[in-house]
């Protein structure tokens, strides 16, 4: 499978760093979409059982607000 993903690859590496790409990650937009329509199916789904089922209201509301939480900004990097 060829991959179209022009990321850093560092070929020519400064001084103290190495010559590879950590993990051997390539992002892919594919995976990505499924992952977003699988949080917001399950988001969904934690909504509408948490309307109609009076008795589990507060596990359904933790459900959905961790199917939220992925989406919202709480990246920290360069704030240090």
């Known amino acids: 499978m060829s991959s179209t993903y022009n990321g850093p690859i560092n070929p020519n590496p400064g001084p103290g760093e190495a010559r590879i790409i950590i993990y051997s990650y390539v992002p ?8 977003a329509v699988t949080f917001v199916a399950t988001l969904a789904a934690n909504i509408v059982y948490m309307i109609r089922v009076k008795r589990h209201r507060i596990f359904h509301l933790l459900l959905a607000v ?5 989406a919202l900004p709480c990246s920290t990097e360069g704030r240090f």
């Open 28 to 35: 892919s937009l594919a995976l990505g979409i499924i992952g």
């Open 66 to 70: 961790g199917a939220v939480s992925p």
